[in-house]
């Protein structure tokens, strides 16, 4: 069976759908994405190691419509994987779903971060 994060990282075409082919604020959304992220994921997994399930529903809901939003599959269906398990306060499968979405989320900031070199190269 496949993990949460198999599919491909990221759809430009996706994310620059969302913006109107506007590459600046798409730059301007994937920094502050950057930025925010590992907040968010320390967050989850304090939330997983205090059995906080209604902590880990929201902000894997709210990691899960950015990721959507920016046309990143794999790293979403993690997302939405722990938001099921905050929703239905079953935390078994938590660590491994943190894992997983820790490697499809390391593809995805690369090509976030690539996208935001272009205006300086």
Request: some cysteine; aromatic content about 6%.
């Amino acid at each position: 069976m496949p993990s949460c994060g198999d599919e491909r990282s990221l759809d430009l075409d996706v994310a620059l759908s969302h913006v109107d082919g506007d590459r600046e604020l798409l730059r301007e959304l994937f920094e502050i994405f950057i930025e925010d992220y590992p907040r968010m994921f320390e967050e989850m997994q304090n939330s997983v190691l205090g059995r906080d399930c209604p902590t880990l529903e929201r902000l894997a809901h709210t990691l899960k419509g950015r990721l959507a939003y920016f046309g990143a599959p794999g790293a979403r269906n993690c997302a939405a994987d722990l938001e099921t398990m905050g929703r239905e306060k079953d935390l078994a499968g938590a660590w491994k779903t943190l894992e997983e979405l820790a490697s499809a989320m390391a593809g995805v900031l690369r090509e976030l971060e690539s996208f935001c070199r272009e205006r300086t190269e």
